[in-house]
């Protein structure tokens, strides 16, 4: 599976973004996809993830109720719609895939991942 993520930007305090994670591959609708970030001078860190069948999701604590996750199967994609952005959001967020047994597990974890997009860049303006 190859991965492009797309639709970072700048923007301001407040405002939204939706990042696109589109694949090639006949696996991807198997496989749990997240969405990392890192910032500068940081370690990358998990956002979000996405079961291969959509049923289950996992958040990180610092993005609850402010960002979601949806895949979209035809166009073999996943989407993270941020909303109420914050400066701490400023990261390049990168999206990676890895096909799974079961297609209700959702991974978080940087090392189950073996499939990474280029990353995407976000920047938020207070």
């Known amino acids: 599976v190859q991965l492009q993520a797309y639709g970072g930007g700048l923007v301001q305090a407040g405002g939204s973004l939706r990042l696109s994670c589109v694949a090639s591959g006949r696996t991807f609708s198997m496989s749990s996809v997240a969405w990392f970030r890192q910032g500068a001078g940081k370690e990358r860190e998990f956002v979000a993830a996405i079961a291969g069948d959509g049923s289950h999701t996992s958040y990180a604590d610092s993005v609850k109720g402010r960002f979601t996750i949806s895949r979209d199967y035809p166009k073999k994609a996943v989407y993270l719609q941020m909303n109420s952005l914050k400066p701490e959001d400023t990261a390049v967020y990168y999206c990676?895939?890895?096909?799974?047994?079961?297609?209700?597990?959702?991974?978080?974890?940087?090392?189950?991942?073996?499939?990474w997009g280029q990353g995407t860049q976000v920047t938020v303006s207070s």
């Open positions: 990676a895939a890895r096909q799974t047994y079961s297609q209700s597990t959702v991974l978080v974890q940087t090392f189950d991942y073996t499939n």
